[in-house]
């Protein structure tokens, strides 16, 4: 029996503090909470780490409060183009998809097409037929959509016609979850809706094995969120376990690396969540917040948006 | 100025003889020479090793007879659905495309999107699109189509429909080139059509930066060909140079390390090119054959599709 351990992030971005009053920080930070204890019961049931990983996330999809389904940033033609991936870190499994448009849970769709075992990748339309004929719920994409984000692209389009660029703040969120579980491995999965007025077609790291989504036992398992074309240019993930299986590096060391030192001369945003198989779990990021949560081997549950740490109950 | 060199593959697989008389081996390695000549010429003028690795896939997406651009492996709706990807490895850019439809040099596409530096990768329609706004050559989906590609599809149908599994030979091929060149720069490309009877919407390893094409200053340049899934999942191109960067292995045994030892248990068919900083050019393949090509600083052409290796007039 090996420990098991979870780690979460809910996207990161400048993120400023007055965005949201309190009680709407708080309101994400307990969602954040429901996502870890979805995939803490998976884990503590005996459950794999492919399956709390996709449990932790569809809980961040069906929050609207994240980035991802229902919430997700819309594209520059209104439309919610979602992407997901997973990864079984014990046989390097993985499924995979970009501009899922119907699939009510992306993610569950990316483990849908890694457990067939064909594909790994699926794009377009037809991933949502995918979804269709394997039995997943598909909704109207006006389910996908929020005042929310409607308002969100509404200014920034008004402000691209001004000649403003985007903001960092705007740009940035996806979620992500890693996982340990009692049987020693590892799994990684994202989900994102992009980032807000995103081109048609636009595909990020997310669905990317090896830049935004990555596990293998015996390294880590690692998600990203941030500036996607960085992290698909630096292979993110897959750096991460090199470092590690090859320099000796631990997971802080690692991580650390690729977000303060590899990214830093792009000045983009960039965090992410990485495991290791002793069940560290890390959070580095370079904006003033990121959306995490984690629960470590004794049952101790943290949420956080900013610095300060809550401790709730697990 | 430092050492010039290139190297091309268009595709690997069982390749039986009799599949073609020695006149349709003879032709095939004609243009790959064509292919190997048009990045030559680059490379001798000056040219970026980005450039040249764009000018010899094309000549090979426009050949009939490569799995890319005409004469593309057509899926599962007798469609071509085509995947392609560039990565410059003095500043890692990259642009990927997959699901393109009627752009009909989809690495021009690729470069393009490069070029532009926003995106990273673009699927579907809208990348097609992309390729009109920037003036790139569009054209109707029949002309990606060849009567050999209709008559692999429908032979595929018609086994698949008596219960047979798709073949070795009939699953692979995919074109890329590596460069580099005067400046000391690396650059990788790829391009396919997947293959026959393949899902809608399947995407390969081709446009995935780190798997199917990935290129790095300091490290290599490298691009895939088999049984794409495989090469996602194992991160190839990113792996190589991880494991030069990091172990201190040359490209010759990294290469090597992935072909015949990692992707060993999976019994796929697995070939790639790569290219080191001093112009050392490896092509590993499993398989029976793979269509090959190179040339190195002093000016000696090689191509081949067995065992067998021709030199011939630069």
Known sequence: MSAIALGIHGGCGVMPREE???AGWAAAR???????RAGWGVLRGGGSAVSAVEAAVM???DSPHFNAGRGAALNIDGEPMLDAAIMDGA???AGAVS???RTRNPVRLARALMDAGESVMLTGPAADRFAETHGLPVVDPDWFITDRQRAALARMKARRAAGATATEAEKHGTVGAVALDADGHLAAATSTGGFTNKPAGRVGDSPIIGAGTYARDGACAASGT???EFFIRHVVGHEIASRMRYLGEDVATAA??????DLAPYRIGAGLVAIDGAGC?????NTAGMFRGWITAEGRMHVATHDEVFVVEA
């Open 256 to 261: 650390s690396r690729i977000v303060f030192e």
């Open 59 to 61: 809980v961040m999809e």
């Open 30 to 36: 307990v969602d954040l909470a429901r996502a870890l």
């Open 226 to 228: 941030g500036a996607g």
């Open 20 to 22: 949201m009053d309190e």
């Open 99 to 101: 501009a899922v448009g």
């Open 91 to 93: 046989t390097l499994a």
């Open 281 to 285: 779990v890390v959070t580095p990021y």
